[in-house]
Nanobody, 116 residues
Framework: QVQLVESGGGLVQPGGSLGLSCAAS????????MGWYRQAPGKQRELVAV???????NYADSVKGRFTISRDNAKKTVYLQMNSLQYEDTAVYYC??????????WGQGTQVTVSS
């Protein structure tokens, strides 16, 4: 059984920073893409950032230059460093791991709230 455990969400003021992490455990072997998505109230879930097994990254336009995704393959962990946070970044953030064999896993979600 595969589990994704997220951590690092919370409350931050506008302009502040937060870091998220997501660690995969269990029977997961060849990890391909790792990514972060978010869902704000009343909105659809959207891609925030994704990183391939080779380290190629892709970001939503709304977070480019502010967020940084990275991964530690040995730890099966993906990170999201979020800087210059804005009210519009408030959402539940989910990590996603895609593994060989079309295996697709999601974390339970962690709340990020940007508020003064």
């Amino acid at each position: 059984q595969v589990q994704l455990v997220e951590s690092g969400g919370g409350l931050v003021q506008p302009g502040g920073s937060l870091g998220l992490s997501c660690a995969a455990s269990g029977s997961i072997f060849i990890i391909l893409n790792m990514g972060w998505y978010r869902q704000a109230p009343g909105k659809q879930r959207e891609l925030v950032a994704v990183i391939s097994s080779g380290g190629i990254t892709n970001y939503a336009d709304s977070v480019k230059g502010r967020f940084t995704i990275s991964r530690d393959n040995a730890k099966k962990t993906v990170y999201l460093q979020m800087n210059s946070l804005q009210y519009e970044d408030t959402a539940v953030y989910y990590c996603r791991v895609v593994a060989a064999g079309s295996r697709d896993y999601w974390g339970q979600g962690t709340q990020v709230t940007v508020s003064s």
